[in-house]
């Protein structure tokens, strides 16, 4: 049986160790961090261009760090 499932980027990784560890699935797709990263970056540079075209809102510097 085939299965298709949509996991979180953040979660990903941590689902695809789990899943190898199981000796009755067969993954075809392998999560590599490069690729976690790579989506992650397009995703901020996506927001950065949003921002600049008015079409969100930045905030605060100060605040974000106040928020870690």
Do not use: C, T
């Amino acid at each position: 049986m085939n299965i298709l499932l949509e996991i979180p980027d953040e979660k990903a990784i941590a689902f695809d160790e789990f899943i190898n560890s199981l000796g009755y699935v067969i993954s075809k797709h392998k999560v590599s961090p490069q690729s976690i990263w790579l989506n992650e970056l397009e995703e901020a540079v996506s927001e950065i261009n949003l921002i600049n075209s008015g079409k969100a809102k930045s905030r605060n510097a100060m605040d974000f760090i106040n928020e870690l």
